[in-house]
């Protein structure tokens, strides 16, 4: 079973979301949260495998509770739900952690497909938000390589092991983390940086550099 957080400040939101998910029994909603402080407690708590995360929530909206769940090192995978335009919410999304994107307004006929491909380990982008996103990345930047700064102390050494070939298992024991938890590093650096496959981490492993890093400890 994939257990499930839902994360909205309406109702009725809340409702329709639950309504969509419970006809696929794979999926099991362990919570309801209507506030982003409430989303991170409830995520200690349940330890989801996906949360579901509205972004347009008064005092912590989704991109400070997606910020928040993430650092509690869960390995929850995040998707975040909003009515706002790709461009405007897409970045910073992925920058707080999260691992999908998805607008309201698809949500009835994407959002099992998305979850789907959380479930996966895959990321979930529209396929013009993400077109732009890697246009904005490579932009000023010769070789094409995203900075990395926008990366976590634990996403890069995550990265680092999975490009050298460590399967999940390895690397998660080489951290001394659950394999689910450097599931979740990994899903959010694909999402970030657009990287679909284990060759896409090794091509941006050698053009920054962290190969040559890691083989030269």
Known sequence: MVRV?????????????RTLLTVDERMEIVGEASSGAQAVEMAGTLEPDIVVMDLGMPEMDGIEATRRITELGLGAKILV??????????????????????KKADVQTSLIGAMEALTRGHSYLPRQGAARLAQRKTQGNPNG??????????????IKRYARGFSVKETGREM???PKTVEGH???VKARLDLRRRRDIVRFALRTGLLQAESDR
């Open 5 to 17: 957080l839902l994360v909205d400040d309406h109702t009725v939101v809340r409702v329709g979301l």
């Open 81 to 102: 739900l909003t009515i706002n335009g790709e461009d405007e919410s897409l970045a910073p999304a992925l920058a707080a952690g999260a691992a999908g994107f998805l």
């Open 145 to 158: 390589a995203p900075a990395l700064d926008a990366l976590s102390p634990r996403e890069r050494t995550a």
């Open 176 to 178: 001394s983390l659950s």
């Open 186 to 188: 990994l899903t959010r």
